[in-house]
């Protein structure tokens, strides 16, 4: 089992960036979409995961741990599988490389997409999701080719109850002071790629493909 992590902060292209990898086989695991499936289904975890999502606070280490631990371990020894949102604190961290371990795989890459707080508030404010297939776009960066409506599935586009200014200024500050130190911890590890997301859409495509595609 391989696995390639997408570290940087919200809105810097993480899942953007995953489209095109999954067309290279990558298998996208999305801890954000894992846990708003968990929302939709109104289970336990999800009822629980909402309240802090949507304040910009992140969901206990165990829970998201453990959702990962399954998808892990259900699946097939030759997969590549890209983490986007995971892990997000040093104990997720650790516990992912025990997790690996244990199952006999590797942890490749750390793609480090950077990106200053102001350019995020402009994409964050104006991203547009596909609850159905979770594709994203942009009103001005990525637009969809119809009105506001999903490229492939043709329903209505929504905005993320957490992609507010006041919302997106606070996962910021958790992101610098939870998330940030793990550029550290995987660089001790020699493992940290960075990539300059500022750039078009393309050419941060192209810069990640260049290292994994
Ligand atoms: P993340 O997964 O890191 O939270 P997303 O991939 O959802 O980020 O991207 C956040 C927003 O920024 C989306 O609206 C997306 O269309 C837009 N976006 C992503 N990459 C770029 C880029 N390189 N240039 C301009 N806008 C971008
Ligand atoms: P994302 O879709 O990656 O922007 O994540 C949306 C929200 O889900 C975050 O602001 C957190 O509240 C929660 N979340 C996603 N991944 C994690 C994680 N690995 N650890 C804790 N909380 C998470």
Redesign the pocket.
């Known amino acids: 089992m391989n696995t390639v992590v ?1 570290l ?11 489209e095109v990898l999954v067309d290279k086989g990558y298998r996208h695991i ?1 801890t ?1 979409d894992l846990l708003r499936e968990q929302i939709r289904l109104e289970t336990p975890l999800g009822l629980e995961a909402k309240k802090l999502m949507d304040k910009g606070r992140f969901v206990p280490d165990d829970a998201v741990v453990s959702m990962i631990r399954d998808v892990l371990k259900s699946s097939e020894s030759s997969a590549k599988f890209l983490f ?2 995971f892990p997000r604190t040093l104990n997720q961290a650790e516990k992912f490389d025990e997790l690996i371990q244990s199952l006999e795989g590797t942890l490749d890459e750390v793609i480090l ?1 950077e990106c200053p707080d102001d350019v995020i508030v402009e ?2 404010s ?4 596909c609850e159905k297939c979770g594709a ?3 009103e001005i ?2 637009p969809p080719s119809k009105g506001d409506r999903c490229d492939v599935e043709g329903c209505e586009l929504m905005q993320r109850p957490d992609d507010n200014e006041t919302t997106i200024r606070k996962r910021l500050a958790v992101y610098a002071e939870r998330t940030a130190p793990l550029i550290t911890y995987y660089e001790a590890k020699d493992l940290v790629h960075p990539i300059d ?5 393309g ?2 495509r192209e810069a990640v493909l260049e290292k994994l595609g």
């Open positions: 997408l940087g902060p919200p809105g810097a292209g993480k899942g953007t960036v995953a999305s954000g986007d949102g997409l994409r964050l104006g991203r547009r999701t994203v776009y942009h960066f990525n997301a500022t750039q078009s859409i050419q941060v």
